[in-house]
């Protein structure tokens, strides 16, 4: 069987490591008495000033951004009411234009009625040629004409003076609407900035009011921590004093004992023991050296069935090399006397297979002996 390196799985062991660790640092954050802090965390109260400032920054950038956004929107709305203005004064301007040149009063086809004749056509035929339906002017016709066009005429300077004041009043109107959207438009940017000074100050008044608690409470942990270095002081000089003056440091071997009574040793005990006196080290180091005399006399011994076993080895090899030796050698013996008569049969044969051949199967069969078969269907 061939050995086989399987991948060893160290998970368990990371795990455990691991474990370690963590335990190790919530061990060191708990028992030292030197970094740790009741009550205040500073690292916490810097994250979270941090923070605030970070959120600061991101609302006056927004507050910035609405800003600029607005006077855009602004300038596009006057921006778009100037083309609007513009846009109507051209159109009114084309219709003016349209009106003057293609519906003038006098290409109408009864403008020679209207206009007393200015506009007609001169007509080349003799009146006694034309017949009833070249009749343009009958009898009575004409009759108050003028009185109706001269009323005509004042109705429509009365309708343009008309639409006139509707469309300056119109144009007031919304003059006045626009005076009033942008009135509203002003009064609700400075109500917006007046909240954001309004929201400014808040803004410092909480940062000041927090400042100053964070100072407080930074005065107040610099004194708790005064206090705690002087506890600590005051406790490791009473410590010192105390190992000073105890059986440990004064080398009292006999603060180690107890009495039980009853005729028994003394029972020693761990944390006041000194070491071991010279009656005690001499025994264990009397007890060592009989140890040892044992364990050189069992390494002998067991060198001595070693050397025996090795001898009882070399005995076994040699006689299973005679043996073997034997072995080949009749091996050897076998394989020579099956080929002499392997040799005996093959001569044999060969005597056979001559005679066969040159002596018994001399009459060779010719075509004709070949063809009488398979002649018929039967």
């Known amino acids: 069987m ?17 474990r370690r660790s963590a335990e190790t640092a919530r061990r060191a954050r708990i028992f030292n008495t030197r970094l740790r802090v009741m009550g205040l965390d500073l690292d916490t109260l810097t994250q979270q000033v941090q923070e605030k400032s970070h959120q600061q920054n991101i609302e006056k950038q927004r507050d910035q951004t609405f800003e600029q956004l607005r006077k855009y929107q602004d300038e596009a709305l006057v921006q778009q009411d100037i083309d609007d203005k513009e846009k109507r004064g051209v159109l009114y301007d084309d219709l003016t234009r349209y009106w003057a040149t293609q519906q003038r009063l006098e290409d109408y086809r009864d403008a020679d009625l209207k206009c007393h004749l200015k506009g007609a056509f001169n007509i080349t035929i003799p009146e006694g040629e034309l017949g009833p339906a070249s009749m343009t002017i009958f009898q009575g016709e004409g009759t108050g004409e003028e009185q109706m066009r001269r009323e005509q005429m004042q109705k429509t300077e009365r309708d343009l003076r008309a639409q006139m004041v509707d469309n300056e009043k119109r144009h007031m109107g919304d003059k006045r609407r626009e005076m009033f959207v942008n009135r509203e438009l002003v009064h609700q940017d400075l109500k917006g900035v007046l909240q954001d ?42 410590e010192i004093w105390h190992t000073m003056t105890s059986d440990m440091m004064t080398e009292c071997a ?17 944390d006041r023991w ?17 140890q040892l005399y044992e364990r050189q006399k069992q390494r002998n011994a ?39 008569c392997n040799m005996q049969l093959a001569r044999e044969q060969k005597a056979h297979r001559d005679y066969l051949n040159k002596k018994l199967n001399t009459n060779k069969p010719t075509r004709d002996y070949f063809n009488q078969f398979n002649t018929s269907s039967r």
């Not at 061939?2 to 691991?18: F, G, M, Q, T, Y």
């Not at 001898?311 to 090899?317: C, G, V």
């Open 197 to 238: 000074e309004l929201e400014e100050d808040c803004r410092k008044a909480a940062r000041i009011a927090q400042d100053n608690y964070n100072q407080a409470l930074a005065a107040e942990q610099a004194e708790e921590l005064k206090q705690q270095h002087r506890r600590e002081e005051s406790e490791n000089l009473a």
């Open 274 to 290: 000194k070491g071991m006196s010279p009656e005690q080290l001499s025994t264990i180091q009397r007890e060592r050296e009989e």
């Open 2 to 18: 061939h050995k086989v390196d399987l991948p060893v799985d160290h998970s368990i062991e990371w795990a455990v490591e691991r």
């Open 254 to 270: 006999e603060a180690a004992q107890r009495e039980v009574g009853g005729g028994r040793p003394p029972q020693v005990l761990p």
């Open 302 to 340: 067991e060198k001595i069935q070693d050397l025996s076993w090795d001898l009882n080895l070399m005995k076994l090899s040699r006689e299973a090399e005679v043996e073997e030796r034997k072995s080949a050698e009749l091996r050897r013996a076998q394989r020579i006397q099956m080929d002499q």
